[in-house]
RNA sequence: GGGCUCGUGGCCUAGUAUGGAUAAGGCACCGUCCUUCUAAGUCGGUGAUCGUGGGUCCAAAUCCCACCGAGCCCGCCA
């Protein structure tokens, strides 16, 4: 939970009093005041609403309340808002504080199966995922994320064929494993032997044969490990990892089918679920376990030390977290909340991506060649800069960079991939966030000691200080709607309230300096504290 | 065929949940501003029948219906 100065819903207690009001009549960001109050469903004449309002509200932080047409217009006063932030980040280090939830919070994110490396339709998973998770944990829910490594069923068993086939007496590399991976999948058609092949190799599996698990688990695990190592390139790192085969190994598949045995049918020997007029099934005829039963399980054992489950999903498993949620909730008692967070598929400009067909960008080629982008601009731009700062400045462009141009699409929009844009820095990007950091913080190191405490506030310093009181609202709703794409709008939004002021209100040397400085130091710690949500890196120069 | 999602200037996106003030940004293009703190910036300009057609309403990008176009799903794959 949030806590700051909310003026906002301070006003509106005020209102209720006199008039049924709901948080949705007022609005925070309209041009005409600084909270808007619509006054087009109310009984009274509006000059009396106007009136009545403005004689109750004798708050000291308003500044005016001025009557237009059907709306009502709150001014607050710039200091009021200041002090609010000021003393928030004097006193707790942070605005907005924060009331540590007793609740914890698990988001599976990513869970990519380990059959190659990540590729720029999968990294939207791990980036939406991750920033989800900083967000949930900023507004005070203990939380932590977790990859589900699928190392059982018939893609890392082809994997592990795939090598066995093709490369065996090579070492396990993930290029070996990636072409023997794709040489079992265009060999299939020819040669059905292979599909019998693997179809053994499950049965072989489930039957927990350890010799054969741990290999498979071997091969993932080299994957699995590349995957990581991308990841952490971008500043993601995963909590933990649970490993499927586990589930069966250990009996929870069993003995959740067997919980489930008054709900299955069955056909010849395979067991389904009756979900509406759709069969789910949960084994094969074989007696095998499918995806859909191990995922019941994980999701039990998640709930098991979790109050509130996150998964982030791709949008083409709709119809599977539709018909795991309803067998969590009325057959299994799942006792947890929980939330699908889906997003549409990324695709190129030339088409759809598949790691079988080999037709991907993969997150390290477009992470080397943003790295490439960016030191060539920063040669220009900076002839002074030495090879080890531009190197720095590099990763850090490149990484939030790629983040950023992700998560600020709304998650069910489709998106479509281009080299144009991701090596864009100029306009709705990363860099133009971290180049008004670096801006602030070189006016900063140049501050002097210097007096006077003017209150006045032009409109450069109010909009740039309104931008940053304004902070906890976003927070708040993105945590609502599980948007990481508002906190990216917001943060687009403080960036140009603060190039304004930048470049209308001089500060070192000017008779404001004292003022301006502050709103200065308020302005840095909110830009560190927002970028830290989406994963964007500030540096001091840039 | 059935279900879900998306459709906003030449291109990309915000606004749709909760209907309400001139539809807001970015890219590209044209022009402006560096002897004040980083021009990866600022300001101005060109450019939108908000997919199409109906409906509801004092009021529709937003709600309802139909249609068109794109994506995804409709496996004893994951």
């Known amino acids: 939970m949030l806590l700051f100065d909310d003026y906002k819903k301070d006003i509106l207690e005020e209102i209720k009093k006199m008039y049924s009001v709901s948080e949705n009549d007022m609005d925070i960001n309209g041009d005409y005041g600084d909270f808007t109050l619509k006054i087009f469903k109310f009984q009274d004449k509006k000059e009396e609403v106007y009136n009545k309002i403005r004689a109750a509200l004798t708050k000291d932080y308003i500044e005016k309340i001025d009557l237009q047409g059907n709306y009502i217009n709150f001014f607050i006063r710039a200091d009021k808002m200041l002090n609010a932030v000021e003393s928030s980040i004097e006193t707790f280090g942070m605005y907005p504080n924060i009331f540590q939830d007793t609740s914890k919070a698990l988001i ?6 380990p059959t190659g490396p990540i590729h720029v339709g999968r990294i939207r998973n791990s980036i939406i995922g991750d920033s989800i998770y900083r967000i949930i944990n900023r507004f005070g829910t203990r939380s932590c994320t977790q990859y589900f490594v699928n190392d059982s069923g018939k893609q890392v068993i082809s994997l592990y064929l795939g090598h066995v086939k093709y490369h065996e007496e090579e070492p396990m590399t993930v290029e070996n494993l990636l072409d023997g991976y794709q040489k079992i999948y265009s060999n299939m058609e020819k040669d059905p032997s292979i599909k019998k092949e693997i179809q053994e190799l499950d049965e072989r599996y489930e039957r927990g044969d350890r010799e054969l698990i741990s290999n498979i688990q071997k091969t993932a695990a080299i994957v699995l490990e590349s995957i990581t190592a991308t990841l952490e390139k971008l500043g993601i790192h995963i909590s933990t990892y649970v490993w499927e085969s586990n589930f069966i190994l250990y009996g929870d598949v069993a003995s959740l089918i067997n919980r489930l045995s008054d709900e ?6 395979a067991k389904y679920l009756e979900i509406g007029d759709k069969k789910i099934f949960v084994t094969r005829q074989d007696g095998t376990s499918l995806y859909f039963a191990r995922d019941l399980v994980y999701h039990m054992f998640k709930s098991e030390n979790f109050d509130w489950i996150i998964d982030v999903l791709g949008e083409d498993h709709k119809d599977h977290a539709k018909n795991l949620d309803y067998v969590l909730h009325n057959y299994l008692d799942f006792p947890s909340r929980i939330n699908y967070l889906f ?8 088409g759809k991506m598949s790691t079988r067909k080999g037709n991907i960008i993969t997150v390290n080629d477009l992470y080397e060649k943003t790295i490439e982008e960016s030191e060539k601009i920063i040669r220009e731009k900076r002839p002074d800069y030495s090879e080890e700062t531009v190197g720095q400045i590099s990763r850090a462009v490149a990484s939030s960079s790629i983040r950023f141009n992700i998560v600020k699409i709304n998650a069910n929009k489709p ?14 990007s990363a860099p133009y966030i971290m180049y008004a950091y670096a801006r602030a913080c070189s006016v900063l190191s140049r501050a002097r000691n210097s007096t006077g405490s003017s209150k006045e506030y032009n409109e450069y310093e109010k909009n740039l200080i309104k931008a940053m009181y304004l902070y906890p609202y976003y927070l708040q709703n993105s945590v609502d709607f599980l948007r990481a794409d508002i906190m990216a709008g917001y943060m687009l939004y403080l960036v140009k309230s603060f190039n304004e002021f930048y470049l209308n209100c001089p500060v070192i040397g000017n008779e404001e300096e004292q003022k301006r400085i502050g709103i200065l130091k308020a302005f840095k710690r909110i830009m560190e504290d927002s970028s830290e949500l989406l994963g964007i890196q500030l540096l001091e120069k840039i």
Do not use: I, M, P, Q
């Open 264 to 269: 299955l049918k069955l056909e010849g020997n």
């Open 415 to 428: 998106l479509t991939f281009r080299w144009s844009e991701a090596l864009n820095f100029e306009g709705d």
């Open 108 to 113: 599976e994110h990513t869970s990519s199966n």
């Open 343 to 350: 997003y549409g598929f990324v695709s190129l400009d030339t």
